[in-house]
């Protein structure tokens, strides 16, 4: 799938069938997904903060909860449960009581798939400052139903590459295996010597507390208008 082309960037409403990246408010990194599994915890697709602003992994599209009578380019209020979809690997920003790799925090990660989503994919958007419709821009916070747990992240970043991560970044490639054995787990990493280590990936986590790091903020992205849009083609082939 080609990533969405910055030509077709609106600003505006967020609705259903945009395609957006999460930028976290504190750090600035992107929610981003690959097709690589954590190490531990629940073995699913892993889910961490990136820096760059131009990786095609960190799009998301906004979908209604299952058995929503919603329809794309509807507007999204406070309150609303949503969920996120993956746009290159399909699956479904996801969290469960698993705990994260990094911390004792819940675990977030993408699960399922096109035709497989449950409870677990549902997420209660919450905006900050007293807006009732969600807009770019806007200060908000997701909030798991199943756990209660927030969409966290912070300055802590993976001092190694997750696991089985083979990701360019701009003039740099980094490379990590993975390995287990019966007692515990192993790693054995390389990492280019002069590679930039600003550029590892940021922990993103559940917890259940309100804090400031809980904040986000939708950025780049494609913004499907809420009336009859010129962009519907664009969206049937995402």
């Known amino acids: 799938m080609q990533p969405v082309p910055r030509g077709y960037e609106v600003r505006g409403l967020i609705t259903y069938g945009s395609v957006i990246k999460l930028m976290h408010e504190r750090t600035k990194y992107r929610l981003h997904s690959h097709d690589v599994p954590y190490g531990s915890g629940s073995g699913q697709q892993s889910v961490t903060g990136f820096p760059s602003v131009d990786d095609a992994n960190s799009y998301w599209i906004v979908r209604p909860q299952l058995g929503m009578n919603a329809k794309q380019g509807d507007a999204i209020e406070s309150g609303t449960i949503i969920r996120l979809q993956h746009m290159k690997t399909r699956k479904w920003l996801h969290s469960h009581l698993h705990a994260s790799p990094i911390s004792s925090n ?70 990590a295996i993975f390995s287990s054995n019966i ?56």
């Open 183 to 238: 007692l515990g787990t192993t790693h054995v990493w390389y990492t280019p010597p002069n590679y930039n280590r600003n550029l590892f990936p940021g922990v993103v986590c559940g917890v259940r507390e309100k804090r400031a790091d809980n904040v986000w903020l939708a950025a780049e992205g494609v913004y499907l208008p809420v009336t009859a849009s010129k962009y519907e083609v664009l969206f049937q082939s995402i």
């Open 106 to 175: 819940l675990e977030i990660s993408c699960f399922g798939g096109e035709n497989e989503s449950d409870t677990g994919d549902y997420w209660r958007l919450m905006i900050e400052g007293g807006g009732k419709t969600w807009k770019q821009d806007q200060r908000i916070r997701l909030q798991h139903v199943d756990t209660h747990g927030y969409l966290h992240s912070h300055d802590k970043k993976y001092q190694r590459i997750a696991g089985g991560q083979q990701e360019r970044l701009k003039v740099c490639i980094w490379l």
